[in-house]
Each structure stands twice: as C-alpha cells, then as structure tokens.
C-alpha cells in the first residue's frame, strides 16, 4: 500500500464508460507528492484515458479525483483551468499543433501565461529543445518531423512552464534505444531538480524499474497493484509477474 | 412498443441534445467575446481566411446572378413591353434575397467546411485537449475569432455580390439586350430603395453567424479519425445551407 500521506492526485473507484464500452471499471490510484510513478498496462486498458481524468480532460461516470485534495469531478469550469495550470501533459502523439512551427508550439504556454519578452521566450524555447536532443528544428512544422522528434517537441512544450506535475503518455514509445534513454534521463532528472510530481505511462518494464518511485498496474479497468517500486517488483501478484517477465501464458488474456 | 418509440424517438432526442449543444456553443463564445484576453490575431486570419479569400469566388457568383437574372427577366417583361424594369427587378433580387444568400451558401461550401476540417483535425488529434491541457479555452481560442470574423466580413461580401449583380446585370440588359440606359437606370433608381440594401446586410450577418458556428459546432463534435472529419466537414456544408434557407425565410417574413 501507497501511504496516506503527501498524496498529490488520487483516483477513488473511478468508472467510465464509451458507449456499451466499459473502460473503467474501479480504479484506484494514489500519487505521492514529489516522484516519480510509472502507470503499466497492456494497450487499450484505459492508460491514456487515466492521464486524461486526472487533469479533467475527460470525466469519469463514477468516483472521484482529487488533486491536492479538491475533487475535480466537482469543480467548476473556472477552478478546472487553474487546476490545469498545474500540469504539464505529454500525449501519446504529442499532440502539437499543426498550424505552427516547432518554436511556436514550445512558445505557446509561455506566450499564453507569461509575460516574457521574446528574447526571454526564445532563450527559454531554445534551451527546451536542446534538453530533449533538438537542434534547428524551430521553423519546422510537426508534419516535416518524424514521430520520435514530435514526441520530443510535445516533451519540451509540457514541461516549458515547469509545471509541478507532469504527466507523460508514453514517452519512449517509438523512439530508438538511445534516445529513450535520454528522454528517460530527462524525466529523471527534470524531476529530481524541480522536486516536481511526474505521471509516466509505459509499456517498457526496464525503464520503468529504472525511473519509477512507484507504480501501478491496470488490466481490464481496474487497478491490479499500486506500490512502492520494491514492493512492485517482489510482488507475487501473477498479473503483475505476467507483465514483468513479458509472458504470454498467465491471467492476462491478449486477444 | 417501447423499441418502435425508442426508434422513432432516438433522432428527435438527438436533434434536440443537439440544438441544446449548438446553442450553448453560442452562448459560450458572445460570452468569451468580452472577457480578456481578445484574440487579435486569431480574428484578422480569420478574417483573411473567411473574407479576403473568398472574394473572387463571390464576384464570379454575383455578376453571373444579376447576368442571368436580367436574362430571364428580360423574358417576362418583354412581353408586356416594360424592358426598363429588368434594372429594378435586378436590384431587388440581388439586394433583398439573392446577394445575401448567395453568397451566404459560397462562404459555407468554402469556408464554413474548411473551419469544420481544421477544428475537426484538431479534434481528433487531441490537439483540442492540448489546448485543455495547456489551460486555454478553445472556445475562446477557436470559436470565437471565427464567428466575429463571420459576422464583420459577410455583409462585405454581400456588398460586393451585390454591386457585381446589379453591375452585370447593367451589362446584360442595356449592352446585349439593347434596353434604354436612362430608363433602366431610372427605374432602378426610383424603385430600390436603402432599405432593400439594409434587409440584405440584416440577412447576411445572421447568415455570416449562422455559416461560422455550424463550421465550429460541427467541427468541435468531429469523432472516428480522417473519415469522421470528412463526414463532419459533409454535414457542415449541408447544415449550414439548410439553416440559411430556412433562416432566410424567418427573416423575410419578419422584416417585409
Ligand atoms: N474519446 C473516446 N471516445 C470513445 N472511446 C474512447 C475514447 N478514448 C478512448 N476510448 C477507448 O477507450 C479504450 C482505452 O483507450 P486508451 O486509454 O487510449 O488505452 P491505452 O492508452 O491504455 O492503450 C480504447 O478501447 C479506446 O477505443
Ligand atoms: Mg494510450
């Protein structure tokens, strides 16, 4: 069990459905303050529509979600965008803005909350992308990149603000071994230094193990294990040793 | 029983749910149109997109319509030996019916389904949540500009409809159709009045308003990836065609 305390996002027994679709059926997750937690799970398990409830993107049918303690599920409309104010959120395909540039997109948070001068929003845009590993890309548009780099463009823009938690919908997913190493460094190390709450979703159980402060497991809606990463890796829930050793014989059904 | 009523009940149900939403979409952007910040920038390329960008299309409709009106008018008053009134029923058209909606209905083909494939692309490549995400309203950010734009360009483009009807059908009936010059701009004159103008301005701004919301409305409800855009951009068009039929008549009967 993940302690009561310093809890920053919680989810309490959360349903929501697509149509006839149940995607959510009970979960339950908690999010300490200040770490890192890996969310695992096969795909179309309801992963990215987890990442979405907790910044209000989407609204669960059922349960409730707390972010420093206020239920979101109840909040009006103004209270929802100065919630969101707090996050930064990678999605899945990044999700940029196709009628800018590179620049453009990683300025469009600052030029939206900020009052910087465009010297300061172009040193800062600049200094993103090269964290994640871009260089002369700025007057591109998204379509003229690969998906690997617009990956890393949506990466720079959620965490341009330095927001105090970001949540990452699979952020290695696509790219090559070595550039998922350094965009795992950079979760790493963008939380450590900021002292941030990181969300990460992941399909890789080695850089999970590598990042993770906690995690949890979802498999067909409902919340299998949420742990310390220690507790995670001993534990002998077959769910979860099933998705650890990458086996296709055990209780999760691939169909 | 209760299957037959839940089928013939479902698109009346929707219909409603859906008039509810679209109002509300309305509400929702006037509201953001007087609370900071005011998006400048959205609305000047919008104004370019949905104005300055449909302007040829609309001289080509409005000359072609006066020519052609002034054909077949010439038809009937010829009979009856009044050709000059061909200059009068010109105007008339043109200023009370067929400016606004005309042009109305090319701004919609053109511009209202392009407004319905970008939001609609935005829809279903999250980037609307990306907006969400990033704290901005989309409403405020995409709606709004659009239907400001909508409602300050079309009654600019009915002027020029207008004028181009009123300048082809002068062609048409004093050049080919040899009618008097004097006479027909006389009559013209006496008979269309600054009111007729103002009901066709009156027309086009609603119908400016009514082309950019469905445009907005229809492209911010986009579902299922490239081909649910492609319906969604279908529907916007025939939508907003039918809306501006129907709105034309209601305004009509209310300002005659
Ligand atoms: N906006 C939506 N409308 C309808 N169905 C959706 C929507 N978002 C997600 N789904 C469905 O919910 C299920 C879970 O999706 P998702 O959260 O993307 O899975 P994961 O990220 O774990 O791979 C999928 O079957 C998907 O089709
Ligand atoms: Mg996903």
Redesign the pocket.
Known sequence: MIEDKNIIIELKDVYKS??K?D?HKGINVKVPQGGITVIL?P????????LKEMMGL?LPDKGEVFIEGVDITKASKVDLVNIRKKFGMLF?NAALFDSMTVYENVAFPLREHTKFKESKIKELVIEKLRLVGLNNVEYKLPSELSGGMRKRVGLARAIVLEPKIILY?EPTTGLDPIMRDVVDDLIYSTQKKLNITSVV?SHDIDSAFKIADYMAM?YDGKTVLNETKDNFKNSDNPYVQQFINGSKDGPIKMF | MDKILTIIGAPFLNMASGSGKFFLLFIESIVWLFRPPFRWKQLFKQIEFIGANSISVIILTGTFTGMVFAFQSYIGFHKFGADYMVGTVVGLGMARELGPVLSAIMVAARAGSAITAEIGTMKVTEQIDALHSLAVDPVQYLVTPRILAGLIVMPLLNSIAVFCGVVGGYFVGVKILDINKTLYLQYMYQYVDLSDLYNGMIKSIVFGLLLTLVGCYKGMNT?GGAEGVGKATTESVVLACVLILVFDYILTAFMF
Not at chain 1, 43 to 50: A, E, I, N, P, R
């Open positions: 697509f149509g679709h995607v799970g795909s179309g398990t309801g992963k990215s529509v987890l989407l899945q919908d979703i979802i | 579902e």
